[in-house]
């Protein structure tokens, strides 16, 4: 279970000794943080469909309700707050699928789970 204290919150988004996982909250100010909370439901609503991965998950997108910028603009805030991601970004051509692919070390999907509202299968 993760811990939900300002200490151990704000260790720059590491990994605990006991493998779990913390954004670091005090990378965003509260203007950053209200944007990225906006983005992050929009891109919650935007998935058609997530494909999990060995290391991650893969976000495929509505390209008619993200756009790409925006998206660039979630992974640029993300990254800050929990740099143990990785994140990549793929535009089919013509514009007609958008996928977020987000991934990270063994351990990191539980996390990924209950930040991003993924139902466990």
Not at 11 to 38: M, P, S, V, W
Not at 64 to 91: G, M, N, R, Y
Request: aromatic share 10%; hydrophobic share 35%.
């Amino acid at each position: 279970m993760r811990q939900k204290n300002e200490a151990t919150r704000s260790r720059a988004g590491e990994k605990t000794e006991n493998g779990e996982f913390y954004c670091n909250i005090g990378a965003l100010d509260a203007a950053q943080r209200a944007r990225h909370k906006e983005l992050t439901e929009k891109l919650i609503a935007s998935r058609v469909e997530i494909v999990e991965m060995e290391n991650g998950y893969d976000f495929q997108l509505r390209p008619s309700t993200i756009s790409v910028a925006e998206l660039a603009d979630w992974v640029t805030t993300e990254s800050k707050c929990c740099p143990f991601f990785d994140f990549q970004i793929h535009v089919e051509r013509g514009g007609r699928g958008l996928r977020l692919w987000l991934s990270g070390d063994d351990g990191v999907k539980p996390f990924m789970r209950a930040e991003f509202q993924i139902p466990e299968r």
